[in-house]
């Protein structure tokens, strides 16, 4: 939402004259409808072909058309930024300024509430939240990747672009072979590494949002919380050089029948 409307309301109005568009599954085009809606700005969104329906049908309750897309042609939407059949202004979904900018301000909102935090977790997609909250903080931040696809930690770990093994799964939302060029220099200077968590753990930070915190997220916005839970267990009975961890959770579009199974024990 803090992305979306700033780069909305940074816009000057004779860019917004053919509308705007974006390319997201879930939280960009929900948060991009709702402000083109408010600002009576026409909106469209280009989706993945394997959405879930029920993040395309909130987008759609906003007011936005969607267009669906191969899931290739998809990334490549967001790597390349252009689309012959578009007209009016893109909102990048992670690599727009004005959108980093407003991430931002989580940053600064984390440090109101919590000035003295250690450690800063973050899930990591296009990595322009993650990024925001990095540039607008001196607090450690660390991104956070699902195990079914890891391009950021083993790039910041080869110290360059690497391409790796991308396995779709309940997670959607994140989750990429490689990671966007335009984020590269970002992401590489800002973030101070990245954690890996596996499905289970992502599922079990969800039933325990659920259960005890009565907190409906989706899978890409639980990584947050699997990596802290990960790391207590890592360092249980153990002195942890984090003491005050912040979890980043973003993200409710979860498919029902995904967060029957979960919360039944099960992985979907």
């Not at 909305?8 to 709702?34: D, R």
């Not at 947050?224 to 153990?238: E, K, N, P, Y």
């Amino acid at each position: 939402m803090r992305g979306a409307g700033n780069a909305l309301l940074s816009a000057n109005p004779e860019q917004l004259q053919n509308g705007v568009w974006t390319a997201s599954a879930g939280n960009m085009g929900q948060a991009l409808a709702w402000h083109a809606k408010k600002l009576k700005v026409p909106c469209t969104v280009l989706v993945p072909d394997d959405a879930p329906e029920v993040k395309v049908q909130a987008i759609q309750r906003l007011g936005a058309q969607i267009v669906k897309v191969p899931f290739v042609e998809y990334q490549s939407i967001q790597k390349e930024g252009t689309h012959p059949t578009m007209k009016g202004l893109l909102i990048h979904p992670f690599a727009d300024e004005a959108v980093i900018a407003g991430n931002g301000t989580i940053g600064l909102e984390i440090l109101e509430d919590l000035p003295d935090a250690d450690l800063i977790l973050v899930p990591y997609g296009g990595g322009g939240l993650s990024c925001g909250i990095a540039a607008s903080t001196k607090t450690r931040v660390e991104a956070v990747e699902l195990a079914t696809a890891t391009p950021i930690t083993a790039s910041l770990a080869a110290r360059k672009m690497v391409e790796v093994l991308y396995q779709p799964s309940f997670v959607s939302g994140m989750g990429a072979p490689f990671v966007f060029p335009q984020m590269w220099n970002l992401a590489s200077q800002l973030l101070a590494c990245s954690r890996v968590v596996e499905l289970p753990q992502v599922a079990e930070a969800i039933r325990l949002l659920a259960e005890r915190h009565h907190i409906i997220v989706e899978g890409a916005g639980a990584v947050a919380l699997a990596a802290a839970l990960q790391l207590i267990d890592s360092h249980f009975g153990s002195d942890c050089q984090f003491k005050k961890v912040v979890c980043v959770v973003s993200g409710g579009n979860i498919d029902a029948a995904h967060l029957n199974k979960i919360l039944h024990g099960e992985l979907p």
